[in-house]
């Protein structure tokens, strides 16, 4: 299948370009323009796999390059986002921008050229702080950040437009996902680098709040099961049904790392109260359903083999140098 991927560069993006060049699919990678002529982490992945693909450099905003970027392909995924809930308590207007004006100028130019499928990727922040759990897709959506509410309404345009123009869109709405080349302010990351870097004092905010925390192979197996199916006008959870509190991650991964540590309450780190979602814990029978989905690293065996198998690639001397300077205590 010919696909345009958006935010290919990225920590779900460059594991997704991996997975379907190895599945034969012919893939047109879009990286965001940025001055230091970098391809973010696609310059990471193995010549077997990049010279396959075909890169450009551009941004979703743009409409010229979003039209003649998306068409002569069956495909658009589209990953292409801000994610950092608190740099969007800053830069709200980017959030808009890019997260809903963005995604409406893919949706218009994959109407154009008639584009046979179009997944959106949505995030579980949209649920809020839940009202029951385990959460399903039916469950109310609540922004408690700008991020949220920005992809709420990217899904919402989304969703208008398959039940508007009969677009053949999915929404794939992840939980929280980790793994290698995850950003270092993600928590499963912030905990490993904070460990390698020496530090017994773990600099962390709330620490009761509860995810579902699903292996970036599980996920991006799950994008794989949609491009076989047409769940179109479908919001799909994915989420492996099991959930964490921080503390109980720096427990798991201090013991995997072998070291003893406290936690220090870092007040920087707090949410605004009203804005920090408690917890998220995800109801998968729709994608285990409509994508016989079934995700691996569950219960404790899997998740400590996946957080083990993330705490061996940040330990590698070459990909810990991508987090040197201030990020690297974040
Ligand atoms: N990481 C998670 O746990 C998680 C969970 C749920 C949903 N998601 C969603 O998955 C998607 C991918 O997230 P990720 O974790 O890979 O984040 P990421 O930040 O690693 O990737 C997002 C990519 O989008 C690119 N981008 C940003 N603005 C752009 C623009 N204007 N034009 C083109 N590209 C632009 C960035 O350069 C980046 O490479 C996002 O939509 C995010 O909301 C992520």
Known sequence: MKILITGSEGFFGSHLVERLVKKGHKLKCLVLYNA??????LD??????TKKIQIITGDIRDENIINSAIKNNDCVINLAALIGIPYSYNAAKSYVDTNILGTLKLLEAAKLYKIKKFIHTSTSEVYGTPKYVPIDENHPLVGQSPYAATKIAADQLAI???????????IIRPFNTFGPRQSARAIIPTIIL?????NKVLKLGNTDTRRDFTFIDDTISGFEA??????????INLGTGY???IKDLVKIISKEMSTKVEIELDKKRLRPKKSEVLRLKANNGKARKILNWKPKYIKQKGFIAAIRKTIDWYSD????QNFKGDSYNI
């Not at 990471?44 to 796999?49: D, G, Q, V």
């Not at 208008?160 to 999915?170: A, E, G, M």
């Not at 949609?226 to 919001?235: A, D, M, R, S």
């Open 44 to 49: 990471s992945l193995s010549k077997n796999i």
């Open 160 to 170: 208008s437009f398959h039940r508007s123009f009969d677009q053949p869109v999915t």
């Open 243 to 245: 959930d964490y509190s």
């Open 226 to 235: 949609i491009l076989k199916k047409k769940p179109f006008g479908e919001v």
């Open 194 to 198: 904070q460990i390698l870097n020496g």
């Open 317 to 320: 001397s070459e990909n810990l």
């Open 36 to 41: 230091f002529n970098n391809f973010g982490w």
